[in-house]
């Protein structure tokens, strides 16, 4: 009676449960297949989106040293007029025989050629 009873047990589990046959196993193959090409191409779409996020990174460096380019030569430029006019003898400004106001180092410098100062 146990032996009858252990072989209806038996056979209504594999009956419930099922046999594990070649199909489940090809469809479980497949499954892997998809999902292996599903995650080669979410591969692929990351390696797009890092290669533009570098793409932006690179673009926005570019813009920050431009900008402290331009701002280091307008600052070098505005040091040499300082530098130009601190070294540079002030100018004065005379009135010439000739009738013109002429500038120069000295008054008679800036009328030399126009016929000298007039007084």
């Not at 038996?10 to 489940?24: D, K, Q, R, Y």
């Not at 090409?37 to 460096?61: F, L, P, S, V």
């Not at 180092?105 to 800036?110: F, G, M, N, V």
């Amino acid at each position: 009676m146990f032996r009858k009873f252990l072989m209806s047990a038996a056979i209504a589990g594999v009956l419930a449960l099922g046999i594990p046959t070649e199909t489940t196993f090809a469809r479980q193959t497949t499954d892997a297949k998809q999902d292996a090409k599903k995650a080669g191409k979410e591969a692929k779409e990351a390696g797009k989106q890092a290669g533009e996020a570098t793409k932006d990174a690179a673009k926005a460096t570019l813009k920050g040293t431009r900008h402290a380019a331009k701002a280091t030569a307008k600052g070098t430029k505005r040091a040499a007029k300082t530098v130009k006019r601190k070294l540079t003898p002030g100018t004065t400004t005379a009135m010439c025989k000739d009738g013109t106001t002429q500038t120069g180092k000295t008054k008679t410098t800036a009328c030399h050629d126009h016929g000298g100062l007039k007084r």
